[in-house]
């Protein structure tokens, strides 16, 4: 399998041209993964532009590609959302890596009454950026054409405001409603993770009041760090993406 990059500029390359990888994208792609001259590598700008080449030159500072296809993956038009409730340790950042590996299209962070985490201040700036960091290399991992965006930290108040023009999904293994059974209407679908201790009632019901549902997976209760990976998997089946 071809290496993957990411370099936003190359938004308006075409077949024929030569593209250079630098600064980090080069580094990684000399001293890291070892690319040689006449290999063949996927380039792409994150926002849906697919690139095909052959790498011609290699140095430590730039990595030089001739572009032999080029193509343009638009966005579905039923996207999937993960709210993910801020936790303790890395199971967040887990459970964020893993839905960008399965195709989440965005990622929400949270900040629930339950969540142990805080992002506040200077601290949410740092953490927005980090989850970007996890996305990004998780992204090229699995070979996307489209980068998902990562917002901002968002209340329970901003969340209830995201019900109106999207189905809002909250994943509660105490429902009845299993995911597997609901259909698609064309709009988004958000699914809404809650922390370690679960979302609070008075979260429930200020998300339920904006026409948020709740879904269960199945008969286990799973960690925040595998609840939302597992149900976008099962979105992804519901939608034929996969």
Do not use: N, Y
């Not at 697919?50 to 030159?57: A, F, H, K, Y």
């Not at 590609?65 to 303790?88: F, G, M, N, W, Y």
């Not at 399965?102 to 629930?112: F, H, T």
């Not at 329970?156 to 429902?175: E, G, K, S, V, Y």
């Amino acid at each position: 399998m071809a290496l993957h990059f990411i370099v936003p500029s190359c938004t308006q390359v075409q077949v024929g041209e030569l593209i250079a990888l630098t600064g980090a994208e080069a580094k990684h792609a000399s001293v890291v993964r070892r690319v040689r001259v006449g290999e063949s590598v996927t380039i792409g700008d994150g926002a849906g532009v697919w690139l095909e080449g052959t790498v011609e030159d290699v140095s430590a500072a730039q990595v030089a590609v001739r572009v032999s296809a080029r193509r343009e993956q638009q966005q579905p038009e039923s996207r999937i959302v993960l709210v993910q409730a801020l936790a303790k340790g890395d199971r967040d950042e887990l459970a964020v890596q893993a839905a960008c590996e399965l195709g989440v299209d965005e990622i929400v962070p949270w900040q629930a009454a339950r969540s142990i985490s805080r992002w506040e201040g200077a601290k949410a700036d740092k953490g927005r950026e980090r989850w970007a960091t996890i996305v990004r290399e998780a992204a090229k991992q699995a070979h996307r054409a489209w980068v998902p965006e990562v917002s901002s930290v968002q209340s329970t108040a901003q969340l209830a405001a995201r019900a109106a023009d999207a189905r809002m999904l909250i994943l509660d293994p105490w429902t009845q409603t299993r995911l597997a059974g609901i259909r698609p209407d064309g709009r988004d679908l958000v699914l809404v993770v809650g922390p370690e201790g679960g979302i609070a009632p008075e979260e429930l019901e200020k998300l339920e009041a904006a026409g948020a549902e709740r879904v269960r997976l199945g008969e286990t209760v799973l960690r925040t760090s595998t609840a939302g990976p597992a149900a976008i998997a099962v979105l992804s089946s519901i939608l034929g993406r996969w």
